[in-house]
């Protein structure tokens, strides 16, 4: 199964995002807005990850 | 706040036709395609995703789950930002294979139309809660908005509305077609409108609600409980269920599979949604908190799922209400028509037309609109008919965890298809039915029947969810594994299982043409329908009616079969197109398409890495050693079909590789059908020489084949045969001229001997003459002796020419390089021309300077001149004349060679100096004279230039221009230099 290294590249960022930022999000006081944040940061890694790529490149 | 009925009505009306509209013009071709296709509208046609479930019940859920509600959005999210491993595949086989919903692939890869029914009818009983849920939605934000209107009746009055669109939206003919640009740009639409609507309401609960982003922020810290709530994601909770259901949802809801595949534009677009669809997620699931607070603030008593509809009534902003009202309806309408369109496709092609298939005095496309309609509404009405019977204290995220959990059971065998070929139909089957018991008796049934002695046995949904899909998994992969596997589930498996390719077989098709494949079809399809399919199919792959290559047929055959699959499910039109256009031959092991498998693999290169890339490039590295040898190569397959016609070939036949690959020999032209047949006929391998007339040309090849063994188990058989072509026409041309010129070195030494032999008794004859003429004082005798003196002599002269001119065809590597009179060397050459009996008729005029001298060696230029003498001579007519003139210019000596022939056509101008180019009748001429005259003047240090015609008359005659570097003896150098500096001090 061919699985394209910008996703695995994606899949380590989600991991490391989600563990960086667990404590932080939950931190009492800290704004309900802040897993949008997480998210947002995300969308962008995805963004990059699918981005348009010239033919060749593996 | 109160609005009448009729207001509601009117809202909802309104709403819609702006819906059907936006499809109209964009059906109609109003809005530019780049619009329609562009992969932001794809992303917003995704937000259908985004239901009541994401509009109303979310809020409730964000008050009893805290941040848990996001699961919606996260589940959908990952789907779509690990595409590649889910949607990218079968994006690929929904259109290879016009697979239009989840019953047809399902069908497709386990090759039975029973998994197509189990699939639909699953599918029907999951999803009618999901349609319940938007009506029950929809009627109580009316009931809402006009507390005095009975709730039946508002949910009445929006399942006809919404039941007259759909059909409308439905049976168009672009929808009947399988073309979906109209509506998916009307769902596109009414995604932008809810998202708008709810980040509209959002912003409004922050700043109407609160006073502002800050004081929102204050008001949460008096309110710690909210903020601890919120943030109390238990490990083991529903959210991680919830995230499953919903991200196998992507492509178990029937909505979301018709809008993922079938409103695709390409891979390009499913690119953008993979982080598009979640961005879009992520903006409509922000509001959520602020609705959910500004409305606990206003202290409603509301149920907390309406709030986004209830906190414009409580904060006294009527146009707050109606705007979230429409952004309600626009979820809740925009999920019904998709899933409604689905599921009638669903029920059409894997319920009703398994049982019955209209007769081909039908007429197709009419009985199919009928039973959509037909559907549809069935559909639409069923959902309302759920809604009421179901309790009205039953809440609404219930109803929709029940019919996501579902569709959940869809999960193994949705995986299967690209990771497990092993699976089979049985163990589908039998886990979907499972799975399905379970979360019908401890889920569907305990909401209608609350007495029933099931829902004592304490259970919630999640262990439901859980329990449903251990069993289902258990039973899929035993059943599997303990049960036969047939051929075609394999074949399909392979297709479906990722990094594979089709391996569409090469055989012959029984119809030979596509008015045969219309006479075959028209029995099943009726000969209007069968017509206008094939006629389509030919449209699609630009065929021409005329066109009976196998390849181009096996392509119609295809497109036929995916065409029909769009209108009757692939099981039925695999069913017609096995039964009505079958292949001639049944194909064995190996004998698959190369050229589909070549532009699949050429197509899938991008996705080749490691292994499967050197493989690749090696394949590759081959078969242009194929296709760049400076041999005609054809390949045949073992039913004479043309596999491989390499670039030599295309040169050398004029023949394009596109056009005759697929082919059959027989519909090579003349005269290479012979040639090729013939051969092949032919015992030997190799043949040599073999003659032949091409545009006027002989031509002559040599030809060599092999047979194409392969290994098939124990048995070898041939797959077919390899042809090699070798034009030798140049080098025959080149035999000839050797041999010619070979036959002129003969004549040359014979000349020369002949010479020699004669030279001495005309020596001696000379000798006699002298003696008569100094020995007698007879003056007659005298006279006769000088003129047997001179004629001697001349003869002498002709006969040292001759033995000149021989001795310069002979092999040199060494010349003279001697000062050459040009005026000597021009008399030769004419003396030599003159001997020709061809040259009697003709009158040479020479002006010649004497001192014209140039630095070389005489006898090749003598060549030079007795070959254009003698081609002018060639072109002049009986009785023309030939100027012959000899100047000197400057510091070169001019040659020139005037006749008044026929003159060099412009088309071949350019190619006279090639050797072995000739005009002359064969034999007459080699092609070798004028490039020896060209290689000679350059060796010379001279150039050639040719005037044809001369003037503007068409056919002037030619004028040869030769010039050289004119010889100056050291004497005329001296005075040459002291007049260039009497010049220049006269200048200075």
């Known amino acids: 199964m061919y699985i394209p290294r910008p996703l695995l590249i994606l899949l380590v960022i989600i991991y490391l995002l989600l563990l ?20 947002f940061l995300i969308i962008a890694a995805g963004g990059w990850a699918h981005r348009e790529r010239d033919s060749d490149e593996l | 706040m109160d609005y009448e009925l009729t207001t509601i ?72 930002l690990f595409s590649p491993l889910l949607l990218k595949p079968i994006l690929a086989l929904t259109r290879t294979y016009q697979l239009s919903s989840l019953a047809d692939l399902m069908a497709f890869r386990y090759r039975s139309p029973w998994a197509g029914t189990a699939t639909t009818l699953v599918m029907l009983v999951g999803v009618t809660p999901l349609i319940a849920l938007q009506i029950r939605a929809i009627s109580d934000t009316a009931e809402i908005l006009s507390p005095n209107a009975s709730q039946g009746t508002l949910a009445f009055g929006f399942c006809v509305l919404i039941t007259l669109f759909t059909i409308l939206f439905g049976t168009s003919r672009g929808a009947v077609r399988g073309r979906h640009d109209g509506l998916m740009m009307a769902i596109a639409f009414e995604s932008l409108v809810k998202l708008l609507a709810f980040l509209a309401v959002g912003v409004f609960a922050i700043y109407s609600g609160f006073g502002g982003l800050d004081k929102l922020n204050l008001w949460l810290q008096e309110q710690p409980e909210l903020l601890f709530e919120l943030k109390e994601v238990a490990l083991f909770s529903s959210f991680h269920v919830f995230t499953l259901l919903f991200f196998s949802a992507a492509v178990a809801m029937p909505h979301m599979f018709y809008v993922t595949f079938n409103g695709n534009h390409g891979q390009r677009a499913l690119a953008f949604a993979s982080w598009g669809l979640p961005l879009y997620f992520l903006l409509i699931s922000l509001p959520v908190l602020p609705i959910l607070w500004a409305g606990l603030q206003a202290g409603s008593e509301v149920q907390v ?129 499972a799975g399905l018991l379970i979360w019908f008796i401890f889920l569907m049934l305990p909401i209608f029947i609350e007495s029933s002695p099931l829902s004592l046995i304490s259970i919630n949904w999640r262990e ?188 050398f036949t004029g023949i394009k590789s596109a056009d005759i690959v697929g082919s059959q020999i027989a519909d090579l032209k003349e005269p290479w059908l012979s040639l090729l047949l013939n051969f092949m006929d032919e015992d030997a391998n190799h043949s040599y020489k073999h003659n032949f007339e091409l545009n006027g040309q002989i031509k002559s090849v040599n030809l060599h084949k092999a047979e194409i063994e392969k290994s098939a188990g124990q048995d070898y058989s041939h797959e077919g045969v390899i042809i090699l072509i070798e034009d030798i026409t140049e080098t025959e041309i080149l035999e000839a001229g050797l041999n010619h010129s070979e036959r002129l070195a003969s004549i040359g030494r014979l000349a020369a001997g002949v010479a020699h032999e004669i030279g001495n008794p005309i020596t001696g004859i000379a000798c006699l003459a002298q003696t008569i003429r100094d020995e007698y004082e007879v003056d007659g005798l005298k006279n006769l002796a000088q003129q047997i003196i001179e004629q001697t002599n001349r003869t002498s002269k002709i006969l040292q020419s001759l033995v000149n001119f021989a001795h310069a065809g002979t092999n040199k590597s060494h010349y003279e390089n001697e000062i050459v009179s040009v005026v000597d060397c021009i008399n030769e050459a004419q003396v030599l021309i003159s001997l020709d009996k061809k ?102 240090h001279g150039d050639i230039d040719i005037i044809s015609p001369i003037g503007s008359a068409k056919s002037a005659g030619t004028q040869v221009i030769l010039r050289f570097p004119r010889y100056q003896s050291e004497p005329e150098l001296e005075i040459d230099d002291q007049d260039q500096e009497t010049s220049s001090q006269q200048t200075v």
Request: with cysteine.
């Open chain 2, 839 to 940: 040259s009697k008729d003709l009158s040479f005029q020479l002006d010649a300077d004497p001192t014209a001298m140039i630095l070389g060696d005489s006898q090749r230029l003598i060549q030079v001149l007795v070959n254009l003498i003698s081609n002018a001579r060639d072109a002049s007519r009986s009785g023309g004349k030939i100027n012959l003139q000899a100047s000197v210019e400057g510091d070169q000596v001019r040659i020139t060679i005037t006749d008044e022939g026929v003159g060099i056509p412009a088309a071949i101008k350019d190619r006279i100096f090639d050797p072995f180019f000739t005009t002359k009748e064969a034999g007459e001429g080699t092609g070798l004279g004028l490039s020896l005259v060209f290689s000679i003047v350059e060796d010379l």
């Open chain 1, 20 to 39: 960086l930022s667990a404590d932080w999000i939950n931190q009492a006081g800290g704004a309900w807005y802040r897993p949008f944040f997480v998210g």
């Open chain 2, 464 to 651: 439901v969810a859980a329990l449903s899909l251990i069993v289902n998994c258990f039973l899929f992969v035993a059943v599997s594994l303990w049960s036969t596997t047939t051929d075609e589930e394999r074949s399909s498996a392979d297709i479906c299982a990722l990094d594979t390719i089709k391996r569409r077989k090469r055989s012959g098709l029984v119809a030979k043409s596509p008015n045969e494949f219309i006479t075959s079809l028209s029995k099943p399809l009726g000969k209007k329908t069968a017509t206008r399919e094939v006629t389509q199919a030919m449209k699609d792959l630009n065929i021409t009616m005329d066109n009976r290559r196998p390849y181009d047929l096996r392509l119609l055959r295809g497109k036929l079969e995916a065409n029909l699959s769009g209108l009757l499910g692939p099981s039925i039109a695999g069913k017609i197109i096995d039964g009505y256009l079958p292949y001639s031959i049944v194909s064995r092991h190996g004998s698959s398409d190369l050229n589909v498998i070549e532009n699949r693999i050429e197509a899938y290169r991008s996705n080749l890495s490691g292994m499967a890339a050197d493989l690749d490039n090696l394949r590759r590295y081959h078969r242009q050693i194929l296709l760049d040898l400076p041999l005609g190569v054809c390949s045949l397959s073992s039913d004479n079909e043309i596999v491989m016609w390499n670039h030599a070939l295309t040169e």
């Open chain 2, 305 to 433: 799922e309406y709030f986004p509809v209830v906190i414009g009534v409580a904060y006294g902003a009527p146009l707050i209400t109606v705007l979230a009202y429409v952004g309600g309806l626009s979820a809740a309408s925009g999920l019904i028509i998709v899933i409604t369109l689905a599921l009638s496709n669903m029920c059409l092609n894997h319920l009703i037309l398994p049982i019955y298939q209209p007769t081909a005095k039908d007429d197709i496309y009419r009985w199919l609109l009928w039973k959509r309609r037909a559907l549809i509404t069935a559909v639409i009405w069923s959902g309302f008919l759920f809604h009421y019977l179901l309790d009205q204290r039953t809440s609404i995220e219930l109803i929709g965890t029940i019919a996501f959990t579902a569709c959940l059971q869809f999960f193994p065998g949705i995986i299967a298809i690209l990771y497990w070929p092993q699976a089979n139909k049985k163990g589908f089957v039998s886990g979907l039915i």
């Open chain 2, 9 to 80: 009505i009117g809202l909802g009306s309104i709403y819609l036709m702006l819906l059907f509209g936006i499809a109209f013009i964009t059906e109609r071709g109003w809005i530019p395609d780049k619009i329609v296709h562009h992969p932001v509208v794809y992303v917003l046609s995704l937000g259908v995703f985004a239901s009541v479930w994401a509009y109303y019940t979310s809020v409730g859920n964000a008050q009893r789950d805290g941040y848990g509600y996001l699961a919606n959005s996260i589940g959908i999210s990952l789907a779509f």
